[in-house]
């Protein structure tokens, strides 16, 4: 069986052929960055910011590689954390039938896990104050 399919382009997409193993031609679009189509209101708020930032003489400052580095270890330590975490959760609702309890523990896992994210944060504004 032979499927075929067109490369077209219709304003704001761009479609291009990709044969897959049996043969056939899929169809993929995407979207063209033009500067005629309309902005988005969170692409026109973030362009205000920019240049509010700009005019006021703030800068930018984009991590370094140690910077991203450290960051990608402390988000791999809280998914490990968040996993821990989830896992004894889990085994504990199913040892536990009172309905009281087990809002407790429900209520604990969500302090618990508020209590990780915070602590990610505040690792990940140090890390970022550190390269001011």
């Excluded at 209101?41 to 509010?52: F, T, V």
Aim: net charge neutral; glycine share 6%; proline share 3%.
């Amino acid at each position: 069986m032979a499927c075929t399919g067109n490369f077209f382009s219709r304003g704001d997409t761009t479609a291009s052929p990709i044969a897959d193993r049996s043969g056939c031609t899929i169809v993929v679009y995407t979207l063209r960055m033009d500067e005629d189509r309309p902005k988005s209101a969170l692409e026109l708020a973030m362009e205000r910011l920019r240049q509010k930032d700009a005019d006021s003489g703030e800068v930018e400052a984009l991590p370094t590689d140690a910077q991203k580095a450290a960051i990608a270890e402390a988000r791999s330590l809280h998914a490990s954390k968040v996993a821990e975490l989830e896992i004894l959760h889990r085994s504990k609702m199913l040892t536990v039938f009172d309905p009281a309890e087990r809002v407790q523990a429900e209520d604990g896992y969500r302090r618990e896990l508020g209590r990780l994210n915070e602590e990610l944060e505040r690792k990940i504004g140090k890390i970022r104050r550190k390269g001011d």
